[in-house]
């Protein structure tokens, strides 16, 4: 067997997720900009902000002119949308005068990549020890209590759970925080305000992960009760394996394979963020910036986030596809 | 077929009266009913019956393999003259392999998807504490004995062929050097010159090593071949045993007249094939009288409320009124 020749066929499978991801990127794009010239509104209108009676439509025309508004929409506007994306330019929000969307999203993200991914990992190591365990003793207390309560979890709507969790531990118990990231007049940087900042992270990070983690859970059992019914769990057992040598060397590993699909394209929301959970904790995230996009129809910034999310997305796909080569000997074939 | 001396010095494995149920929400039926039979060292024996005659719980029983669901009731299995806690996991684990291996049906699932074959052929000389590079080694060895490259040992399962993934089965069932093999319908899945290649390998691997040979299967052009005895199950019961010879040539239970005939025999020119009309009977409700009665050409009255003892002359055993001892000497033989 010519090692080479695998290596060729591995290389080739590689450049060929690379090259998808990249055309997936470039539609995402194309994508995004029609959406954004297709929906209702004119921008020129819309800069100077309801004051049309008072603007002459000589100030109109210049400002379309200014922004490139007067040429055709197809290649022109397209193609400077594009260039200026690839630079990493989304242009100027309306909402906040003056600001970048890519200023904006900047300083929003790390709240967002700190609430979510934070979420995640606790959602995914308890879900998938839990489902894994819930699936390997099928019919067991674990897995009825563990099914069970994943599937209320997951029915349950998160911003509802953030609520009841603000109710009980913020409002009544007065534990934690429940409102913000930071308390005011934190001095930045210091151990005392990263301290703060965590017990401000609790309560929307439970519930972020609390949301996610039944599907997980859910996921994980399926994989490992599919994985238990396999005929080479039966060889396991005849060759003398105990229970705890097959789990680890024979069952976790192939009930790992929809459990990392899962796991990776869930990444791409940790940037997405969650934007209920935000608006109910006033969380300085992507999501609340979404929502307050939203409300002031402040399309540069949306279609910023929309950019940021199908970037993401697809990025995660991209990874996945990586990951499930190294787990799964069939797939690079 | 080599005549293997019978005897209790040379007998490794006795099932003694063994019957399993399996329970099902309250609902139980019974897989196994009162087998008995002996297997001696380095003998070759098929077990033959149809889908759920019993013959894959009594290999599974054997291994102390049976699922959480199955319950043995009565009976018990010994080896080498000792008995085997056979619905003890942790009791059988030091058995398992080292003593008696199996072999599945490797084309199908029975290999790990994600795992190096070479790696698991040396699973199990591992846990017994064979160091990993000598395992290794002892993997691509038994790869070389049963036809298979050494350097194929890095390939996973899916990059090898059906045969060849029955041929690794073989290999890892022969890594601990058992004294038992059962094969559960070993060339099933395979096509005809697989099989052939397959059963020419267990016979040959089977005379090297002295190993007895368990075979079950459904087919039984196949016993002819590889085995020096056969017993003929039938709704959790034996009710035929005797040597290959012996059974082929003029088998006594209707049941084992109709599997021999419905073989398609093609000297003969025959255009029909001749299936053995009706379906077994219920292994929940357990009608009684002789399990065979109500699909029998032979069946008589008796046979409808009385079952069969499984009734032995000399080396041959067989379950039906036609032969047995006390209806001859009654002389009330009642065609129905």
Request: proline residues 5%.
């Amino acid at each position: 067997m010519a090692t080479c020749g695998q290596g060729g066929r591995t290389s080739r499978r590689i450049g060929g997720i690379v090259l998808r991801a990249i055309v997936t990127l470039l539609m995402v794009a194309i994508l995004n900009f029609i959406l954004f010239r297709v929906i209702p509104g004119d921008p020129a209108g819309l800069l100077l902000d309801g004051s049309r009676s008072a603007v002459t439509s000589e100030q109109i025309e210049a400002q379309r002119e200014r922004w490139g508004l007067d040429r055709p929409l197809i290649p022109d506007q397209v193609l400077d949308y594009l260039s200026a994306t690839a630079k990493g330019d989304l242009g100027y929000s309306f909402k906040f005068r003056g600001q970048r969307v890519s200023d904006l999203l900047l300083d929003r993200l790390p709240a967002t990549i700190a609430l979510v991914g934070v979420a995640q990992i606790i959602a995914i190591s308890a879900g998938v020890m839990l489902g894994i365990y819930a699936g390997w003793r099928r019919g067991g207390a674990v897995d009825t209590i563990a099914t069970g309560g994943s599937l209320a979890l997951y029915a349950t709507p998160s911003f509802w759970l953030g609520m009841v969790l603000v109710v009980v531990f913020s409002t009544k118990l007065g534990w934690l925080p429940g409102y913000g990231a930071y308390s005011p007049g934190a001095d930045t940087g210091s151990l005392a305000w990263l301290a703060d900042y965590l017990r401000h992270l609790v309560l929307p990070a439970s519930t972020v992960a609390l949301g996610i983690m039944g599907q997980y859970v859910l996921v994980a059992r399926a994989a490992m009760s599919d994985v238990v019914a396999e005929d080479y769990m039966v060889t396991a057992r005849a060759k003398g394996l105990t229970s705890g040598q097959m789990l680890l060397r024979h069952a976790f590993r192939n009930a790992m394979l929809p459990v990392v699909t899962l796991v990776t394209l869930n990444l791409g929301y940790v940037v997405a963020g969650a934007i209920t959970v935000e608006t109910v904790f006033a969380w300085p995230g992507i999501g609340s910036l979404t929502v307050g996009a939203l409300n002031a129809r402040d399309y540069p910034v949306l279609q910023g986030v929309f950019l940021l999310l199908g970037t993401s997305i697809v990025f995660a796909n991209l990874i996945a596809d990586l990951a499930y080569g190294l787990l799964d000997p069939r797939v690079t074939q | 077929m080599s005549e293997v001396f019978r005897s209790a010095s040379g007998q490794l494995l006795a099932v003694d009266g063994l019957s399993v149920d399996y329970g099902l929400k309250g609902i139980s039926s019974r897989a196994l009913h009162e087998v008995s039979f002996d297997l001696q060292a380095g003998e070759a024996v098929a077990l033959v019956g149809e889908s759920g005659s019993g013959k894959t719980t009594t290999a599974m029983a054997i291994a102390g393999l049976l699922s959480t669901d199955a319950r043995v009731t009565s009976g018990e299995v010994r080896y080498r003259g000792a008995r085997l806690q056979i619905d003890d996991d942790a009791a059988m684990r030091p058995h398992r392999w080292t003593e008696t291996a199996v072999v599945f049906q490797g084309a199908m699932n029975a290999l790990n998807p994600v795992q190096r074959i070479a790696k698991q052929i040396a699973e199990p000389c591992m846990l017994n504490g064979m160091p990993r590079e000598a395992a290794m080694t002892r993997a691509k060895e038994l790869l070389e004995l049963v036809g298979i490259p050494p350097d194929r040992g890095t390939a996973y399962p899916h990059q090898l062929s059906g045969g060849m993934r029955q041929r690794v089965m073989i290999a890892m069932a022969l890594a601990c050097r058992p004294s038992i093999i059962i094969g559960d319908e070993p060339t099933t899945a395979l096509d005809v010159i697989n099989q052939a290649q397959i059963l020419k390998l267990l016979v040959e691997l089977r005379s090297k090593f002295n190993l007895a040979l368990l075979l079950i299967t459904h087919d039984l052009s196949v016993v002819a071949e590889t085995c020096d005895r056969v017993m003929i199950m039938y709704a959790g019961r034996i009710v035929e045993d005797g040597t290959v010879a012996e059974i082929f040539a003029a088998p006594k239970h209707p049941y084992t007249r109709l599997l021999i005939e419905s073989i398609p025999n093609p000297a003969k020119r025959q255009r029909v094939l001749r299936p053995i009309p009706g379906d077994p009977p219920s292994l929940i409700t357990r009608p009684p009288g002789c399990p065979f009665h109500t699909r029998c050409p032979s069946s008589m009255s008796i046979c409808a409320t009385q079952a069969p003892a499984l009734e032995s002359t000399g080396q041959r055993r067989v379950a039906c009124h036609l032969h047995s001892s006390q209806m001859k000497s009654d002389g009330v033989l009642v065609h129905a």
